[in-house]
């Protein structure tokens, strides 16, 4: 079996935790690999020559392990693609990391011993979300894809149109607008005044941001198509889960679906309602 570890960037407690996390699979008789920012951390560590690979490794192992925070997950995530992902939470909202630190080492243990046992993890599944169209090739998004003007702020903008199934649901002057999944319900679209959705929810939510004749946000069923019409800028740009971004030339159009690989999820069942209260 071969597990992949994921830590938080410039965190010497999440290396420190990777480096025992790593010491007691092998112990198991695990192969262990980690990412290239965590090898540089674990080497200056241990004044050890300690190898990592690329981030889209992560898709050959059986497991990966995400240490740190919500953002961490969604790096580690990418690289996954199909593979679970088990999150270790260091204290931060953790709408995607169920496992405290104090039990981690075990709970990865537990967690690679019951897939011996099983032949396969245990896991939950999570909706991505994929946009298309004027060449785009920004990754699927976890959290959500925004689609923006060149700058936000009065004057600012792009002219835009929002279609659901074929039927108009927004049209006007804006900053841009984001379509979220009910993971990313509690991140940037909170933020911009969209609603929570529980994690049970089938649905993605639609919120415009800073429109001059603002409609409320809209939640959809996944199995929905949104398209996004953009036009009266000189440019605009994709984002898919704040991290990858990719220009494009008004007038496009941009469709978001549901995409094909979900993320799953492995360890223990998330607490929803702990994480709501860490917004304070």
Do not use: W
């Not at 953790?94 to 967690?111: H, I, K, Q, R, T």
């Not at 979220?180 to 929810?201: K, M, R």
């Not at 996944?222 to 953009?230: C, G, N």
């Amino acid at each position: 079996m071969k597990v992949g570890i994921v830590a938080q960037r410039d965190n010497p407690r999440a290396a420190s935790l990777a480096s025992d996390v790593a010491d007691r699979l092998r112990t198991d008789d695990v192969a262990v690999v980690v990412d290239e920012v965590t090898a540089a951390h674990l080497a200056a560590e241990s004044d050890q020559t300690v190898t990592g690979v690329a981030i889209d490794e992560m898709a050959t192992c059986d497991l990966v392990v995400s240490i740190g925070g919500d953002g961490t997950f969604l790096f580690a995530a990418r690289g996954a693609r199909t593979t679970p992902v088990m999150g270790v939470n260091l204290g931060e909202v953790g709408f995607l990391n169920a496992v405290p630190p104090a039990e981690a080492v075990a709970a990865v243990s537990d967690e690679v011993e019951a897939m011996r046992t099983a032949g396969t993890a245990k896991t939950r599944s999570m909706s991505r979300l994929g946009a298309s169209g004027a060449d785009l090739s920004v990754p699927p998004a976890i959290n959500e894809i925004a689609v923006l003007g060149p700058q936000r702020g009065h004057g600012q903008g792009l002219d835009l149109e929002v279609t659901v199934d074929g039927d108009l649901y927004a049209a006007g002057h804006a900053d841009g607008v984001l379509v979220a999944t009910p993971t990313g319900s509690t991140a940037y679209n909170l933020s911009e005044g969209g609603p929570l959705i529980h994690p049970g929810v089938d649905g993605f939510v639609i919120t415009e941001m800073a429109g001059e004749e603002p409609m409320p946000p809209l939640v959809i069923d996944q199995e929905s198509t949104v398209e996004i019409t953009l036009s009266n800028a000189d440019e605009a740009v994709v984002v898919s889960d704040g991290r990858e971004d990719e220009t494009v030339e008004p007038p496009a159009t941009i469709t978001l679906r549901r995409a094909d690989e979900p993320v799953h999820i492995a360890g223990p069942p998330l607490d929803f309602f702990a994480g709501l209260g860490k917004l304070d």
